[in-house]
């Protein structure tokens, strides 16, 4: 009996040995198949309205009166996941919008900017001028933002998160838009779509340096 256990310890030790050289692509493996998917979503609007006051409230206590007593409905909507999608922010925000006037999306970029995410904002010199736009509260506290001085609007609609997360469509950052424009927003994680719009907002954000600018242009609208 004495050799076959030999053979039995040697047929473990074997065993093991493989198991063992085998143990990191098994954990490769189990990796790969938690990876988080990357994210894609499609928000339609006009949007439900909806409190928003729990997700654009400041970090600290919770007001004296508890949680918000308002009339409006307490749940998702397209404006409360767009919201969402923005305040993941973590460490940079670029903003490239036509226009933008929606008090809550304004809270919730000016929220950001206080956690000490670096917010960047290129809008439209006409309509940053506009009653009810957000982009004066923004230069206020203390936000970039830089605008166009040509004879065409700048006319685009769309936001990275992080660097990671494209968020873009026909949607205006507008009340009106939001609560009454059919519209449609895509939040989506690609590495190739994030590169090619951080590339155009960078060209943007050089082409629209205030030093560049020339305040009396000839045959060009004034700002």
């Known amino acids: ?18 198991a063992l050289e085998a143990l990191p692509s098994v954990l490769r493996w189990l990796r790969a198949g938690r990876r988080r998917r990357p994210r ?40 409360s996941r767009l919201l969402r999608a923005l ?7 670029e903003l490239c919008l036509f ?5 809550q999306l304004g809270r919730a970029v000016q929220l950001l900017h206080r956690r000490g995410v670096r917010v960047r904002v290129v809008t439209d010199c006409d309509y940053m001028a506009l009653n009810g736009s957000q982009i004066g509260p923004l230069r206020r506290a203390g936000i970039q933002v830089r605008h166009d001085q040509e004879l065409g609007y700048m006319h685009h609609k769309f936001a990275i998160v992080d660097r990671k997360l494209l968020i873009t469509g026909s949607l205006n950052w507008t009340t009106q838009a939001i609560q009454n424009n059919r519209e449609n927003v895509l939040i989506m994680e690609d590495e190739e779509y994030v590169r090619l719009f951080l ?23 004034s700002c």
């Open 99 to 103: 226009a933008f006037s929606s008090p």
């Open 40 to 79: 894609r979503e499609v928000l339609f609007f006009p949007s439900q309205v909806t409190c928003t006051e729990a997700l654009l409230r400041a970090p600290g206590p919770a007001p004296a009166g508890g949680p918000c007593a308002c009339s409006l409905p307490h749940g998702e909507s397209a404006l």
């Open 199 to 221: 590339e155009e907002f960078e060209r943007i954000w050089e082409e629209f340096n205030p030093t560049k600018y020339t305040f009396f242009p000839q045959k060009k609208r």
């Open 87 to 93: 305040l993941g922010a973590r460490a940079s925000l």
């Open 1 to 18: 009996m004495r050799p076959l256990r030999w053979w039995v310890v040697a047929a473990a030790a074997a065993g093991l040995a493989l």
